[in-house]
């Protein structure tokens, strides 16, 4: 699809949301995808029909209901795969959300050192290295991590315009580091990372690549073979699918020779009274009774994403943040946290407005229907590192319009006559 | 959502020159909250003399609805018997959680009164509560720290009631 072929308008259609009025009859200006993205009309259709059509349990069930769940359910998977170009289906793991995923990648290689032949145990010595712009669900989880195994949690630090700081790679990529966990995406820089360079330097020294793609998977095309990651984790509910699944892909000889994470129904071969033997993956990670109508509803999302093209999303997301970039940048004040430039940067800006604090500047923002996110963003070491508690943020999407971004403009200088900062 | 129901000007006023800000010497008790959902933050002191809220002194980093309630509750607070203090973070609380229909009273929130609106602003009553929060905190651990000190005093039990249940009969 060409750039002009891009019509906003008609997206917008699919998500009936945006027809919503609000408090003080002000048209909706949804400015908080990153935070959770809209659902079109498609993904709720789909969800609905499987539970009024389709509903059973997956896999377990002897009956029609049954055995259309677990295709639909397998389908999911099938989809998703595709979307993200996995070799193979049996690499896509269903979780709860990108967090469950993250913990289970972190969970099992800190088990991994006491099962089968221990390859890619973490232990004392090892070496963790992530950055100081990672969301908290790829930062706990190495500290747990850590905690667990007595490894060390190292980290890249920031640039003043908050990209990796990559002078010490060498010092902080080493013969030490066992694995190496970033964000493709800064959720609250909005700094798109070189993850596929740092894949190859992670492997250089035999270090696994893990790739937190929360924010890049809905706004990026994703390729996980050509990125050379280990371990892809992502969630449903940023790509316009529901919440209550996450995505958790890995390589597939990575995935056979770890350990389980829970335990329960579905991820086991056999088991009796004194022990049990584990499931081949997927199944070995996805206990008990999965997210089975979020799988569905997932499914959906990317068949939606693929008909527009992730290539005219990801060049709708570009030209919306430049234009974002320039409007705020007249905004008197204003201070951008993060790239001012948009090259290689996501849809997602963080800002300060002198004299107002993020909360304020949200309540009046919301007050106009302008809807964004105040606070730390699940990002507060990315905040120290700049010196600020919290933030305000706009963050956008394939639906987003110029007309949103100045209505925030608006309303960022009637919050600024409110608090009479002029 | 009228935004004036909720800056009232009174909480700008507070907001902009906010009364007995800075951490001062003597104290009992120290705290440092923090609203993990925003990050906002505030470090509390009291100091108590002869059970009366002798000085509350406070560092903060927050919103205007945040740092001003830690300003009107250091007025209510201060200077008064610790169990009329409970009282009025007991209204305080009670305002903010009765969603719009707690009539306050004006004769004990005194300034208080203005954060009526915020219970509409599901969002930002634990911005209103958390200086008042970190004030009963302290002033809790503050009573306990004095009585396991003083030979003479009552259990821990009748000492702590008033602040933890807000028992408004006197210590």
């Known amino acids: 699809m060409s750039a002009l072929a891009y019509d906003v308008d008609t997206i917008r259609k699919d998500f009936p949301i945006f027809l919503r009025r609000m408090s003080g009859d002000h048209q909706l200006a949804y400015l908080d995808s990153a935070n959770t993205s809209q659902k079109p009309q498609q993904v709720v259709d789909a969800i609905s029909s499987h539970y009024l059509e389709h509903n059973a349990n997956v896999a377990r069930a002897m009956h029609q209901l049954g055995a259309e769940a677990s295709q639909a359910y397998e389908d999911a998977r099938d989809t998703v795969a595709t979307f993200i170009a996995a070799p193979s289906r049996e690499e896509v793991v269903f979780t709860r959300n990108a967090t469950e995923a993250l913990n289970l990648v972190a969970t099992v290689l800190g088990r991994a050192g006491h099962w089968r032949d221990g390859e890619h145990g973490v232990g004392p010595g090892d070496e963790i290295l992530i950055s100081e712009m990672e969301h908290h669900s790829n930062i706990v989880p190495w500290q747990l991590l850590c905690e667990r195994t007595g490894a060390t949690l190292r980290w890249f630090g920031l640039t003043d315009e908050g990209r990796l700081d990559l002078d010490d790679v060498d010092s902080l990529i080493t013969e030490r580091t066992k694995v190496v966990a970033l964000t493709w995406v800064s959720n609250m820089l909005g700094t798109i990372n070189p993850v596929a360079d740092l894949a190859r330097r992670a492997h250089e020294v035999g270090a696994l690549m893990v790739v937190d793609a929360s924010q890049a998977v809905p706004q990026l095309p994703v390729d996980v073979a050509a990125l050379g990651a280990d371990f892809v984790a992502f969630t449903g509910h940023k790509m316009v699918g529901p919440t209550g699944i996450g995505v958790l892909w890995g390589r597939y000889e990575l995935l056979a020779e770890l350990p389980p994470f829970l335990g329960g129904g579905e991820m086991i071969e056999t088991v009796t009274m004194e022990r049990s033997t584990y499931a081949a993956p997927p199944s070995r990670f996805e206990a008990g009774t999965p997210p089975i109508a979020q799988a569905v509803g997932l499914a959906a999302a990317a068949d939606y994403l693929s008909g527009i093209g992730m290539a005219a999303v990801a060049a709708h997301e570009q030209r919306i943040t430049a234009y974002a970039l320039d409007q705020l940048g007249g905004v008197d004040g204003l201070r951008v946290v993060g790239p001012t430039e948009s090259v290689d940067r996501g849809g997602a800006i963080s800002f300060e407005l002198a004299g107002i604090h993020p909360h304020d500047v949200a309540q009046v923002l919301d007050s106009r229907g302008v809807a964004v996110r105040a606070g730390h963003h699940c990002a507060k070491p990315a905040h120290q590192r700049f010196g600020v508690q919290s933030t305000t943020r706009a963050s956008f999407y394939l639906y987003t319009t110029e007309q949103e971004v100045d209505a925030l403009v608006e309303a960022l200088d009637q919050a600024r006559h409110y608090f009479k900062v002029v | ?171």
């Open chain 2, 1 to 171: 959502m009228n935004l004036d129901s909720l800056y009232q000007e009174i909480i700008l006023d507070h907001y902009k020159n906010p009364h007995h800000r800075g951490l001062r010497e003597p104290y009992e008790a120290q705290v440092h909250h923090v609203n993990p959902t925003c990050g906002d933050e505030i470090t509390l002191r009291v100091h108590l003399e002869d059970g009366v809220v002798s000085d509350v002194s406070y560092d903060a980093l927050g919103c205007s609805i945040s740092q001003a309630s830690a300003s009107v509750m250091t007025d209510l607070v201060i200077g008064k018997p610790i169990h009329e203090a409970v009282v009025r973070h007991e209204q305080f609380l009670a305002l903010m959680q009765g969603k719009g229909q707690v009539d306050p009273d004006e004769d004990i929130l005194e300034d208080g009164v203005a954060f009526a609106g915020v219970a509409k602003f599901p969002a930002r009553i634990k911005c209103a509560l958390l200086g008042w929060m970190a004030w009963k905190d302290a002033t809790a651990q503050a009573v306990l720290r004095g009585s396991n000190t003083d030979d003479t005093t009552v259990t821990d039990q009748t000492v702590t009631d008033p602040i933890v249940d807000g028992v408004k009969e006197d210590a």
